[in-house]
């Protein structure tokens, strides 16, 4: 059982303004936002009520290149085995969707799309 009060002693020293913890804290926010943004944003572009296949492939194509992009421009102030573990799923995740799935109905819904690239 976890002992609540010492849990939030233990966080609460994240939230005292302009300290030491409360700056990595923030540090750590802003490096998990550049990694899920890119997710999100696809996201919120296919829950429009037009989006087709084809779009689907293009915004999974444009955040795993953004995701890419971060980790080799290092603008990830991540420990290398966590950068390594976002490397992995988003390319395990493009695997199952894309390469590996039953049929390919997103890579052929993008090149059926007149004037699309």
């Known amino acids: 059982m976890v002992d609540l009060p010492s849990v939030l002693q233990e966080y609460n020293a994240k939230f005292i303004p302009d300290t030491r913890t409360t700056r990595e804290y923030e ?10 943004g890119p997710i999100a944003k696809s996201i ?10 084809a779009d689907v492939f ?9 995701i890419d992009d971060l980790i ?6 991540l420990p290398l085995p966590v950068i390594e573990q976002v490397r992995r799923l988003c390319n395990w995740r ?5 390469n590996e799935a039953p049929s390919d109905i997103f890579v ?10």
Request: with cysteine.
């Open 27 to 36: 540090q750590e926010l802003g490096d998990l936002l550049l990694v899920i």
């Open 44 to 53: 919120l572009c296919l829950e429009a009520a037009h989006s087709t296949v």
């Open 58 to 66: 293009i915004f999974f194509v444009a955040f795993m290149a953004e």
């Open 72 to 77: 080799k421009r290092d603008k990830l102030d």
């Open 94 to 98: 493009f695997n199952k969707m894309i």
């Open 108 to 117: 052929t819904g993008f090149f059926l799309v007149p004037g699309i690239y």
